[in-house]
């Protein structure tokens, strides 16, 4: 069963709606709509199925334009190519259309075989190929026209030569960025024939531009023109098609070189389709759902409620638009997709809000990972690292932490501990500092251990601590925060110069942001210090070095004087030994 329009719902509020039952909801518009715990498990979205054939249209239609650019562009090159001498064409001229279309080609070429680096890297070396080639012609310009006035005295030669050189090569540097957009824009459409038809259709349209491609250059000899002129061009159209092919099989691939291309046609696949743009999506289901051409922009997925929306199962979820949602990483789209993340890397990931019940996160990277408000119930952490996480009113109800790492983790009094599963974990990254040292946790000990550190922030310091530093920076976040009750709880000493100072925080205080304001003040404070250390050992090295100097003088004012005898009445004992009798001293040579 499907709807017709948006008509078909009078009432915006359809929190707990069971669409599952009707399962089309293609082309429907909910955009602002509250949807909280609505049921879209299993259903198709997207665009209608004449909307489809009328995208497809376009985009078949759009690369054969394209490829009939490519091929006339190309004609115009080829063309210059050919000496003409009964049209009028001289040797100087000649050799200057020999030069434009070399240099015209020699873009392309350099575009196409360097695609494979990205987009971007392929624009930046065509365009500074075309920058380059201008201010070499200008240089030959300028030096041909020298030469010509000092032998001529004619100052029409600068004009002459650029009106018939530089202005041209502009041309051909314009041309051959170009051709380059061009085999873009056939990406695009390619790709967007994909998302819109399938691989089918993607197929068909790639079969068409290539045969359009032969056509035109068959339809460029049958012209007239010259053989050499319809080879370049059908040579550049076939070229242009297949940088399009390949750019297009790139970008459905993921790869991230071409993640502008897949973006621009996820755009133009969206016409049309089914939209939850401003939507409130909390707790809702799209489990085994169809998400082809969906537009999910700047829902309350981006911002900090308990969406806990699934997407268990669903398929095409790439070919939707997301906006600055936790969807638009590709990595947490497929965790969130296939409940996957055995040893993968979500370091700085945003995964606040996100429902991961149950998903499979053993050895997984979670380093200054966003957890906040994420549903992991039942998840396999194993061997995680969350160093650095932030976990304030994550569930973890029935999680594995067995020997995953929380050093400096951040959580709260709403983090669900209890219930959870823990044998040991580490409090220092690379399996340092086991707890509990010897044997495991009984029962809930685990829960109730962290439920009793919660309110303190534990500053680790790994190459020990300058408490000058130490005490100033603490002394200043003090201050900073004069209502906040901050005690020093304890310091330990863990070995290898790691030092973990405890401090005591209130409940409802943030202890990232007293944390990130001691971090800063002692950085900055460590700075000052060194600087001053550095200055103080400069002036003191300098004030040796001046006695130094002054010892050397005496030494040699008392080298200078006449030898002396001395007589001693009685021994006397000096650094050599004892002394008596007479003694004479000779002063050095």
Not at 259 to 281: D, E, M, Q, R
Not at 291 to 296: A, N
């Amino acid at each position: 069963m499907s709807y017709d329009s948006k008509k078909a719902f009078q009432n915006k509020d359809l929190s707990n709606y069971d669409f599952s039952e009707h399962h089309d909801i293609r082309g429907l518009d909910f955009s602002g709509f509250n949807l909280t715990n609505a049921n879209f498990s299993g259903v198709v979205a997207g665009s209608k199925r004449h909307i489809k054939i009328l995208l497809l249209i376009i985009f078949i239609v759009s690369t054969i334009i394209f490829t009939i650019l490519l091929e006339f562009a190309g004609q115009r090159t080829g063309d210059r190519f050919i000496y003409h001498p009964t049209g009028g064409t001289s040797p100087d001229e000649y050799s200057i259309n020999l030069w434009i279309a070399i240099f015209t080609v020699s873009m392309y070429l350099t575009s196409a075989v360097i695609i494979h680096r990205g987009v971007q890297i392929a624009f930046q070396v065509t365009f500074g190929l075309g920058v380059s080639g201008i201010f070499l012609t200008l240089g030959h310009v300028v030096i041909r026209a020298s030469t010509r006035f000092l032998y001529f005295s004619s100052g029409e030669a600068i004009a002459i030569d650029a009106n018939r050189v530089i202005a041209p090569t502009v041309t051909s540097a314009i041309t051959g960025v170009a051709l380059l957009i061009l085999s873009l824009g056939i990406a695009i459409a390619m790709t967007s024939a994909k998302i819109v038809g399938g691989s089918k259709f993607h197929n068909i349209i790639t079969s068409i531009t290539f045969v359009s491609a032969l056509f035109v250059g068959f339809f460029i000899y049958q012209s007239g023109n010259h053989p050499v002129t319809s080879l370049v061009s059908c040579l550049i159209g076939l070229l242009g098609v297949y940088l399009g092919w390949k750019i297009s099989f790139r970008a459905l691939k993921n790869d991230n070189a071409f993640y502008i291309v897949k973006s621009i046609a996820v755009v133009f696949s969206s016409i049309k389709g089914t939209s939850f743009k401003n939507a409130n999506l909390s707790y809702a289901d799209f489990s085994n759902a169809q998400l082809s051409s969906t537009d999910f922009r700047q829902t309350n997925l981006e911002h900090d409620n308990l969406n806990q929306t699934r997407w268990q199962g669903s398929t095409f979820l790439d070919y939707s638009r997301f906006g600055n949602t936790i969807l638009d990483n590709r990595t947490v789209r497929e965790l969130l997709r296939t409940g996957e993340g055995y040893r993968k890397d979500y370091e700085r990931c945003n995964l606040k809000g996100a429902y991961l019940v149950d998903v499979n996160l053993e050895q997984a990277n979670l380093t200054e990972a966003d957890i906040s408000n994420a549903n992991l119930k039942g998840a396999n952490l194993k061997g995680a690292n969350l160093k650095k996480a932030q976990a304030l009113g994550t569930n973890f109800y029935e999680a594995d932490l067995t020997g995953a790492c929380l050093e400096a983790w951040n959580i709260n009094s709403v983090t669900q501990l209890k219930g959870s599963f823990c044998k040991y974990i580490y409090l220092l990254n690379n399996g340092q500092d086991k707890c509990p040292s010897s044997g495991v946790f009984k029962n809930d000990e685990f829960g109730k251990l962290f439920q009793k550190v919660i309110s303190t922030v534990d500053f680790i310091f790994r190459n020990g601590v300058d408490w000058q530093a130490f005490l100033t920076s603490f002394e200043q976040v003090r201050i900073e925060n004069q209502e906040v009750e901050l005690e020093i709880q304890s310091i330990e000493n863990k070995g290898d110069d790691v030092i973990v100072i405890k401090v005591n925080v209130p409940p409802d205080v943030s202890k990232e942001d007293i944390h990130s304001s001691f971090i800063n003040h002692y950085e900055v404070e460590l700075a000052r210090l060194s600087a001053y250390y550095e200055a103080a050992l400069m002036t003191k090295n300098e004030e040796i070095s001046r006695q130094a100097n002054n010892m050397k003088e005496i030494i040699q004012v008392l080298a200078s004087q006449p030898r002396t005898q001395m007589n001693f009445h009685g021994p006397v004992v000096t650094a050599i030994g004892t002394l008596t009798g007479n003694q004479i001293i000779y002063p050095p040579e």
